[in-house]
Structure formats: structure tokens, C-alpha cells
């Protein structure tokens, strides 16, 4: 079981919070303001009001025993930086934190961020693609080149199967798995059948998806 300590109990902090319950996490949330960590105890193991810049308070979680350290107070960027900072000064194991701007990003990598998320443009990213075609359900970007998207499957898909599509030999883009009637299945095989009012889990290259299932 993961134990995690999480930091920042803001509308991010607070999603962050309600995920991780339903994982069966250890969460130990903390934030300087009390009404909102009164708010998180449902979903949380503990909770506690205090300064995350403070080394003296942070001395008194024991930081190292934690899987990982979530960074995500929203409201304060110099706040976040030292917290980060402090953190791997107490031999935090691994420090995910939240970026506002490409900035932040790259001053909370500076100061010993082992990760850092970027909801803002995370989501932007996500609105776009979905802007740009009704079939498309859901995206994750990877990485500059590589995503995984949820299609509405094609009409020509209709009958047909995985090993007669073909679709990693023609396009270099992989099949993960198919949703039918909401239900989402990963175990699919080259007999697989493809039916109208599917969905399709595809990974590949972002451009030559596009252009596959022409978005």
C-alpha cells in the first residue's frame, strides 16, 4: 500500500485527495487552512493544519517515510517552491508538484521536483484535440509526439476484426483496448470484433493518428 503525504488542499488538492481514497492509499493531507483539511478527512487516513515552508514542521511527518510527497498549493508559488525545496532537504523520496505556467515548471524541476504537473495546459491540451472532431472521447498526451486517444469507432470498423483492420501493420498505431456498452475491456485479441457504437483505446504517434482516423 502507497503511503503519501499531500500538501495543498485547494479544489487540485482536494481531486488529488478524493482519487487516492478510492485507491486505498495512506493519505496524509496537510494545508494551513483549517476549514479545508476539516473538509478532506472523509477521504483522507489523517490530516493536519500547518506551514509546509516551516522546516520544523515538517520535521515532525517524518517526509522520508512517504512513497511520495504531492506538492500542490495553488495559491502561492513561493510557498510551493520552498516546500518542494524542503521536502528532498528531508530526504523525500519522491516530490510530485503542481505547475501553474511553464515557468513554474521549470523553477519547481530546479529546486528538486521529481515530477511536475501541469493541469492548465494538460487540460488546453485536451480541449483542443476534442474541438477538433465530435468522434474523439477522451486524450492523454505522452510526450511531444506520442498519445493515447478514445475513439468513436469508424463506420468502416463495423464487422470486422482486429487482425482484418490490420491497423498496427498499416499505421503504426497500437490497439489497447474497446469499450462496449460503457464497459471498458484491455483484454482484446486479433479476433477481436469491432462493432458501431464502440469505443477503440488507440496509442501511437499523435499526427499519424490524427490522419488515421482523420481528426
Known amino acids: 500500500m502507497k503511503t503519501i503525504l499531500l500538501i495543498g488542499l485547494g479544489r487540485f488538492g482536494k481531486h488529488i485527495a478524493q482519487e487516492l481514497s ?25 490530516a493536519q493544519i500547518g506551514d509546509s515552508t516551516s522546516i520544523d514542521f515538517l520535521e515532525t511527518l517524518g ?21 518542494v525545496s524542503l521536502l528532498k532537504d528531508l530526504g523525500a523520496k519522491k516530490v510530485i508538484a503542481r505547475a501553474s505556467t511553464g515557468v513554474h515548471e ?3 524541476r530546479r529546486n528538486g521536483a521529481d515530477e511536475v504537473v ?12 476534442s474541438c477538433t472532431s465530435d468522434t474523439v472521447l477522451d486524450y492523454i498526451k505522452l510526450d511531444d ?17 482486429l ?9 503504426g498505431v497500437n490497439v489497447l483496448g474497446i469499450r462496449k456498452e460503457g464497459e471498458l475491456t484491455m483484454s482484446i485479441s486479433p479476433s477481436t470484433e469491432f462493432e458501431a457504437g464502440d469505443s477503440v483505446l488507440v ?3 499523435k499526427k499519424t493518428i490524427q490522419k488515421t482516423f482523420k481528426i
Open 145 to 161: 509526439d506520442y498519445s493515447i486517444f478514445e475513439l468513436v469507432v469508424p463506420e468502416e470498423w463495423d464487422g470486422r476484426t
Open 22 to 46: 478510492e485507491s486505498n492509499a495512506e493519505v496524509m493531507a496537510i494545508d494551513k487552512d483549517e476549514e479545508r483539511v476539516n473538509k478532506i478527512l472523509p477521504y483522507v487516513t489523517d
Open 63 to 83: 517526509v522520508s517515510n512517504f512513497d511520495v510527497c504531492v506538492v500542490s498549493i495553488g495559491d502561492s508559488f513561493q510557498d510551493s517552491l520552498e516546500t
Open 163 to 171: 487482425i482484418e483492420l490490420d491497423i498496427r501493420k498499416k499505421y
Open 118 to 129: 501541469y493541469p492548465e495546459k494538460q487540460l488546453a491540451a485536451w480541449t483542443a484535440v
Open 203 to 205: 496509442l501511437g504517434n
Open 106 to 108: 521549470k523553477f519547481l
